[in-house]
């Protein structure tokens, strides 16, 4: 019914009104670990949570119709999505991803999917040459991090997933950092995306979460049958949460980009900041593309501090209205320092061919008052 109407309406409406008993405008959440049979092989649609559960399923409508995909499901974290994504995958198979990536998804690839027999090639993916370069006869997908994690490099989406589509591989796309409101890469050719529901999608910092969006029912089965048989899924409360935090999406989404386009051009010159990150800036490298594959900037917002990790510890440690902890995409104003925090997993040497210093300081925008932001941002870089 609303698949055909805007984001916002989508977004409030779809997969919300499924309790014909009473009517419920919300949600109901079905706690419940197993559902009676009505006979022998004879079911209401569930059967057990861990297969199947009627609020969960709920979010997973609202996922895939946002994204624009066949089938979504709902998983515990976005760890477990892409540890689930990697099932697609067997020994002997060749990934390929950025060579700037969250911190956590390098771990997972290079200490625990390298043990399963997975290969895996981290390039600067921003050029699709290199992409190119990097495929070999046993490669089967590509990891495509856009904005990257901490440095916010763009990946050029549909020309990588054309480069994908020559040689028969799958392409994967974390779209954690714009969410559907910003950015829709199944649109752009990309056969699977997948989210951390616990940033901007739920956006209140009180879940955490991930989600799988499939482009075409054959990965969608796939998809569906790895996170059943692995028991990935996220629990009912949790799937109420992600829910309920996406009817604000068109809302809070266009909120951190406006405080982040004005923290990015008050960092930008500011004689204590070596360098500014974000892709709303014209002078970003990747401007142009962004403004192709975007509908908006985004609110998160990287800057190298003058003075190394020394400075960057005293700075992070002035401020009042950013707090300092891992995570982003909530209502409040979050700031961390990648190198010993989200990408501390990260070995020093791919960190430096990444790009990532100790001078890094990553910052997720909130929707606080944009003055109070830079005051607070401009007293710290001060002190």
């Known amino acids: ?31 419940t670990s197993t559902f009676a049979f009505d006979g022998p092989c004879k079911t209401k649609g569930y059967d057990y949570t861990r297969s199947g559960n009627p609020t969960r399923a709920a979010l997973e ?49 290079t200490q625990i999917f390298t043990g399963w027999g997975l290969n895996f090639s981290f390039v600067e993916m921003k050029d699709p040459a290199k992409v190119r370069a990097a495929i070999r006869p046993e490669t ?27 040689h028969g591989l799958i392409t994967i796309a974390d ?11 199944l649109a752009l050719g990309v056969d699977i995306v997948v989210h951390s529901t616990t940033k901007y999608l739920n956006g209140h910092s009180d879940v955490v979460g991930g989600a799988i969006i499939a482009g075409s029912k054959e990965l969608g089965d796939r998809v569906a049958y790895l996170t059943n048989g ?55 490298p990747q401007h142009e593309l962004a403004k192709t594959q975007m509908s908006g900037f985004g609110g998160m917002v990287s800057f190298d501090i003058k003075g190394g990790q020394e400075r960057a510890f ?26 010993t925090m989200s990408h501390a997993s990260m070995p020093a040497e791919a960190r430096k061919e990444a790009g990532i210093t100790d001078a890094n300081i990553r910052c997720s925008v909130g929707i606080e008052d944009t003055a109070d932001l830079i005051a607070d941002l401009d007293q710290a870089l001060k002190s």
């Open 1 to 31: 019914m609303f698949s055909k109407m805007g984001l916002n309406t989508r977004c409030v409406h779809q997969g919300v009104c499924k309790d014909e008993s009473y009517n419920s405008v919300t949600t109901p959440i079905y706690p």
């Open 61 to 109: 409508e609202n996922l895939a119709c946002l994204e624009g995909g066949v089938l979504a499901r709902a998983t515990a974290t976005g760890m477990a999505a892409e540890a689930t994504v990697m099932g697609l995958f067997k020994s002997g198979d060749h990934i390929i991803a950025g060579n700037d990536i969250y911190g956590g998804t390098y771990r997972m690839f």
């Open 140 to 166: 089967r997908g590509i990891w495509i991090e856009t904005p990257s994690n901490p440095l916010l490099n763009l990946v050029d989406i549909r020309a990588v997933a054309a480069i994908a589509k020559e």
């Open 175 to 185: 779209n954690t950092f714009l969410s559907p409101f910003f950015q829709k890469p």
């Open 230 to 284: 692995l028991g990935a899924a996220c629990s009912p409360f949790d799937a109420w949460l992600v829910l309920r935090g996406i009817k604000t999406l068109g809302v809070r989404m266009p909120a951190h980009e406006r405080n982040a386009i004005a923290v990015a051009e008050f960092l930008t010159g500011h004689p204590a900041v070596e360098r500014v990150y974000y892709p709303g800036l014209k002078t970003h």
């Open 314 to 339: 005293h700075f992070v440690q002035q401020l009042n209205i950013f707090t300092l902890a891992e995570s982003l995409g909530g209502v409040e104003s979050l700031i961390e320092h990648p190198a």
